[in-house]
């Protein structure tokens, strides 16, 4: 090979490792998300949230998550220098900045195996912009976060009655993952979004 010609592939080469490099170092769209659902053995669940990103160059102050029907928070586990509160079905932690952090929830929840439960999330940041976590799909551009329910999570399973034997064959309204109905997801939805309107929570950012 020829000097002329090897220099030229070197040069591709290093060409397209700077490229690779400069290509890795944007960052991937993330989310907040159920990063841990522990038994405690008791009947409760601790479910861990997690976040690795905040608004542009500003950090995360405050962190609410709405908890779907069936689910009832009995304790909390705040980053450190954090605080948290619980406000019937919305659980609220507070704190210093951060760009990255871990909150957690002591849980009951009673649901039925298989079931998908979405939790709502408002990420508030120190600059006043925020971001909404709350499309039901798992493919949409701000997902829930969301955890389908195991048998090991659970704290009971709720008795659902049978069916009188002249009841009417189909017309079912479509689950989510063989759990709730989309339209009970949705009203979890709507129902946080609302509250968190009356609340004072005025979404700035899109992640």
């Known amino acids: 090979m020829s000097p002329r010609r090897w220099?030229?592939?070197?040069?591709?080469?290093?060409?397209?490792?700077?490229?690779y490099l400069?290509?890795?170092?944007?960052?991937?769209?993330?989310?907040?998300e159920v990063a841990s659902a522990q038994p405690n053995g008791d009947g409760t669940t601790t479910?861990?949230?997690?976040?690795?990103?905040s608004c542009d160059d500003s950090p995360t102050t405050e962190l609410v998550v709405a908890l779907p029907d069936g689910v009832?928070?009995?304790?909390?586990?705040?980053?450190?220098?954090?605080?948290?509160?619980?406000?019937?079905?919305?659980?609220?932690?507070?704190?210093p900045g951060r760009e990255t952090a871990e909150v957690g929830v002591t849980t009951r929840i009673v649901a039925r195996a298989g079931d998908t439960l979405t939790f709502p999330v408002l990420q508030r940041c120190a600059d006043g912009g925020s971001y909404d976590w709350i499309d039901i799909t798992a493919d949409s551009e701000h997902p829930a976060p969301r955890l389908i329910a195991t048998?090991?999570?659970?704290?009971?399973?709720?008795?659902?009655?049978?069916?009188?034997?002249?009841?009417?064959?189909?017309?079912?309204e479509p689950t989510q993952g063989g759990g709730a109905?989309?339209?009970?997801?949705?009203?979890?939805v709507v129902t946080f979004v609302a509250a968190a309107a009356l609340a004072g929570f005025v979404t700035v950012r899109r992640w």
């Open 7 to 19: 220099i030229g592939m070197a040069g591709l080469v290093v060409a397209g490792s700077i490229g």
């Open 22 to 32: 400069v290509l890795g170092a944007v960052p991937a769209a993330a989310h907040v």
């Open 47 to 53: 479910l861990t949230f997690s976040f690795d990103h």
């Open 72 to 95: 009832t928070a009995s304790g909390t586990v705040p980053p450190e220098g954090w605080t948290a509160t619980v406000a019937g079905q919305r659980v609220t932690f507070t704190g």
């Open 151 to 172: 048998n090991a999570v659970l704290a009971e399973q709720p008795q659902v009655p049978a069916a009188p034997p002249d009841a009417a064959a189909g017309g079912t």
């Open 181 to 188: 109905t989309l339209g009970q997801a949705s009203a979890v």
